[in-house]
């Protein structure tokens, strides 16, 4: 199977497992919901940072809030 | 392996192929960089819509350019 594992960067730059098994990534607005194939469901308030398939990995990463 | 396909949304909602079997899936800005597992190269101006990954499916859609 080809699901992503979905981890979130902390300020200090290590990667904090969010939610595993992740099919579904629907970005809304500053949000992106997720959904794994076991039905659960996440919504993390984050914008993506990278995706590496190959590696099964989706990396989150806080959203500016300055700027723009 | 676990690449997937990237596809751009058009007006009438049709999706066009962009890129195969990509790997490394990277937003800047109002643009997405992605590398596929040939070592081929993209960038572009759009947005994520949805990611499907057992469909093995990224489907992208253009910026909004109303709003903020």
Redesign the interface.
Same mark, same amino acid.
């Given at each position: 199977?080809?699901?992503?594992n979905v981890y979130m960067l902390d300020n200090e730059g290590k990667q904090k497992l969010i939610l595993e098994a992740?099919?579904?990534? *629907?970005?809304a607005g500053d949000e992106i919901f997720f959904k794994n *194939?076991f039905g659960q469901k996440k919504t993390v308030k984050a914008?993506?940072?990278?995706?590496?398939?190959?590696d099964?990995k989706i990396v989150l990463e806080e959203n500016e809030t300055k700027g723009?």
């Open positions: 199977m080809c699901e992503s992740v099919d579904k990534v *629907i970005p *194939i914008r993506i940072k990278e995706i590496a398939l190959v099964h723009k």
